[in-house]
Structure formats: C-alpha cells, structure tokens
C-alpha cells in the first residue's frame, strides 16, 4: 500500500520563472538516468524479489523516496513556468542567434501539451522509456545497475547545479545530489556484501566447468598499441582470486572464415555468382599512420 503525503519531501520552490531551465530540468526527471527511471527501477527489483528482508526492503525504501523526488521535480517545473516571461524570451532567441545557442529555448510541449506543467520526458521532450530500467532478479547485478544509475544521475544534477544561479534551484538540487550520495554508497554496500556472499561474477551459481575457462582471465589487445596492458586487469591474481589474468598482443583467429551455403530460391537473396568472390583491382592506398 502507498500512502500520498501532500506536504514534499524537501523545498521545490525557484526564486524567479525560468522556462529555459524548466526544460533542462527535465532530463533528470525523465531522462534515462532521471527520477523516474529510478523509481520504477527500484520499485520493480523490490516487487520482484521472491521472500521478504532487508534487500527488498532497501529497494521499496530507496524506489518510494524516489517518488519524492519525482514529485520535488514536477513541482520546481511547474514553479519555473509559472508566470514565464515566455515571449520575451522567445523574441530574444529569434533576434539573437547567439543567445538560442546559449540558451537553448523553453520547451513549447511545457505550454501546449502540459498547461505549464512537467512532462515524463527528457529535456529534448522524448518520453520516457520503460526500457531504461532493469530488474533481472538477480540482486547483485540489478545493485550494480543502481549504482551506475545513481553516479551517471549524481553527475547530471551536479551539470545542472552549475548552469543556474537561482537559489532556490541550487537549494533543491543541493538535497537531490546529498540523496544520489546516500543512495551511491548504499548500493556499493550492498554490493559488496552480496560480494562476499557470492563472488565477484554474476551469475556466481553457473558451473564454471561450462565456460572456456583457458580464456576466463585473458585480456586481448584488439587496438593499436599496448597501454591496456599496463593497467590491473592484465596482469596477477583475477578481482575474483579465482584466476590470474593474462595478456594477449596480437590475438590470431581460433576459427576459420565462415562460409555459409546459398540461401533457397524463395527467400530472393542475391544470388551467390552475383556476389562471387572477385574483387576488383583497387588503387593503392597509403598506408595509415
């Protein structure tokens, strides 16, 4: 059961309209990585966790939370359109080429589709896409999904944060980026007690027997140069101790061309004489440097 607090969660409240920033404003609320991606992302790991305790617990405290701060951003939205100077701006744009690239311009839908309200869309107005969130089941990896969700989200508040110099907004985005804090750590906790539970690879329960294990820890240099193979990853004991990693420099096919027969008159491919195996005579080329 929900239960609809009506005071927020923190203050939502700008100290003058600002339509351009509205829109803006906008990604972190619908955007792939905004409030709504998180919110539903949690919700559903939470929902979908067969058996009560403290990790489904986590995700319906942290996925709710989030439904507060979707909320404090649909608020502040509405709060920048409020008395917007809309012409004014609008005017400015078409007269000054140079301030459109600055400021990009209000978005139109905040007007004609939402009544100057937020939207659940990215500052381009793209709705929002139930394809960004994950919940797979597995805890482990749908926490290491958070945790990326919840630094690239940190990263776009903290973007936000420098391109306004309202206070109210700052005041705001201040609360969401200490939020993105707690819930980075707190995922990086959980991470690293599933970790010592279960290992380092997900799914740590598959027979390991199964995979080409001779290659299990090989890093192949697959670019020009070979600084990758300076770095940890190339050399010692494996992240998960169950390996040492190795380094290839010049990794040669383990398999030969692949040659695939015709396809069936009905299918209409191009036929195989058609495509053959000439290729004609080409004018040399300078080697790349």
Same mark, same amino acid.
């Given at each position: 059961?929900?239960? *609809?607090?009506?005071? =927020?969660?923190? *203050?939502?409240?700008?100290?003058?309209?600002?339509?351009?920033?509205?829109?803006?404003?906008?990604?972190?609320?619908?955007?792939?990585?905004?409030?709504?991606?998180?919110?539903?992302?949690? %919700?559903?790991?939470?929902w979908n966790t067969r058996g009560d305790g403290k990790y489904r617990? %986590?995700?319906?405290?942290?996925?709710?939370?989030?439904?507060?701060?979707?909320?404090?951003?649909?608020?502040?939205?509405?709060?920048?359109?409020?008395?917007?100077?809309?012409?004014? &701006?609008?005017?400015?744009?078409? /007269?000054?080429?140079?301030?459109?690239?600055? /400021?990009?311009?209000?978005?139109?839908?905040?007007?004609?589709?939402?009544?100057?309200?937020?939207?659940?869309?990215?500052?381009?107005?793209?709705?929002?896409?139930?394809?960004?969130?994950?919940?797979?089941?597995?805890? =482990?990896?749908?926490?290491?999904?958070?945790?990326?969700?919840?630094?690239?989200?940190?990263?776009?508040?903290?973007?936000?944060?420098? /391109?306004?110099?309202?206070?109210?907004?700052?005041?705001?985005?201040?609360?969401?980026?200490?939020?993105?804090?707690?819930? &980075?750590?707190?995922?990086?906790?959980?991470?690293?007690? =599933?970790?010592?539970?279960?290992?380092?690879?997900?799914?740590?329960?598959?027979?390991?027997?199964?995979?080409?294990?001779?290659?299990?820890?090989? =890093?192949?240099?697959?670019?020009?140069?070979?600084?990758?193979?300076?770095?940890?990853?190339? *050399?010692?004991?494996?992240?998960?101790?169950?390996?040492?990693?190795?380094?290839?420099?010049?990794?040669?096919?383990?398999?030969?061309?692949?040659?695939?027969?015709?396809?069936?008159?009905?299918?209409?491919?191009?036929?195989?004489?058609?495509?053959?195996?000439? /290729?004609?005579?080409?004018?040399?080329?300078?080697?790349?440097?």
């Amino acid at each position: 059961m929900f239960y *609809h607090i009506k005071e =927020l969660q923190y *203050h939502a409240k700008p100290e003058r309209p600002d339509p351009v920033f509205a829109r803006k404003l906008q990604e972190v609320l619908g955007g792939q990585f905004g409030e709504i991606t998180v919110m539903m992302q949690y %919700l559903f790991q939470g929902w979908n966790t067969r058996g009560d305790g403290k990790y489904r617990d %986590l995700l319906l405290d942290t996925g709710t939370e989030e439904c507060a701060h979707v909320e404090m951003l649909a608020t502040m939205i509405a709060r920048l359109l409020d008395n917007a100077p809309v012409r004014d &701006q609008e005017h400015m744009v078409a /007269m000054d080429p140079v301030v459109a690239a600055v /400021m990009g311009g209000g978005n139109p839908q905040h007007i004609i589709v939402s009544g100057l309200g937020a939207m659940p869309s990215d500052a381009q107005g793209y709705p929002w896409n139930a394809k960004y969130t994950i919940a797979s089941g597995n805890l =482990l990896a749908d926490f290491r999904a958070n945790l990326n969700a919840e630094s690239q989200g940190r990263l776009q508040v903290a973007r936000l944060y420098e /391109m306004t110099d309202d206070r109210g907004v700052k005041d705001m985005l201040s609360w969401l980026l200490a939020r993105d804090t707690m819930h &980075q750590n707190q995922w990086a906790a959980a991470i690293a007690e =599933l970790e010592a539970k279960e290992g380092l690879v997900v799914p740590s329960t598959f027979p390991r027997e199964l995979e080409k294990q001779e290659v299990s820890y090989t =890093l192949f240099n697959f670019s020009r140069g070979n600084e990758s193979a300076f770095g940890r990853w190339a *050399h010692g004991p494996s992240m998960d101790g169950m390996g040492t990693f190795n380094y290839v420099p010049q990794p040669v096919p383990l398999a030969p061309r692949p040659v695939l027969p015709p396809a069936p008159p009905y299918v209409y491919d191009t036929p195989p004489q058609v495509i053959g195996d000439y /290729m004609p005579t080409l004018p040399s080329m300078p080697p790349i440097m």
